[in-house]
């Protein structure tokens, strides 16, 4: 699709998509709480999770320097997974998550979507449901 295309279906769309900062999870909040609890993995990305007590989940993103050198490209990995964490449907569930970037991400294209982020938001919304 068109990138001109894309911007005006965006502005056109209803659903409201913002990444407020009740759903941001700073260092202060508990980040490191969160790095110290459950996780799930896969081969780009490393998922720790913990229940809050709150009605809506906060997210954190690390990306190590190592990892992805250039800060445009690291810039453009959190506004990717902030991106997905907006359009899943576990945003709506109490929980703290917190999405680290593994090495084998930069071997990704920059216009790939990240598919596999979403797939684990998926099995820790139905392991979470259980």
């Not at 993103?61 to 964490?85: D, G, M, Q, S, Y």
Request: glycine share 2%; hydrophobic share 45%; proline share 2%.
């Amino acid at each position: 699709m068109h990138a001109a295309l894309k911007a005006v279906l965006d502005l056109l769309s209803n659903e409201k998509e913002s990444f407020s900062s009740a759903q941001r999870l700073l260092r202060e909040n508990g980040f490191d709480r969160v790095m110290n609890a459950r996780k799930i993995s896969d081969k780009h990305f490393l998922v720790f999770f913990v229940k809050n007590n709150q009605t809506e989940a906060r997210l954190g993103i690390v990306v190590a320097k190592r990892v992805l050198a250039l800060a445009t490209a690291r810039n453009r990995a959190k506004r990717k997974i902030r991106e997905t964490f907006r359009r899943h449907s576990i945003r709506k569930m109490g929980l703290d998550i917190v999405v680290m970037i593994k090495p084998a991400f930069a071997n990704l294209k920059a216009e790939c979507e990240p598919q596999d982020l979403s797939r684990l938001l998926t099995q820790l919304e139905q392991r979470w449901a259980e």
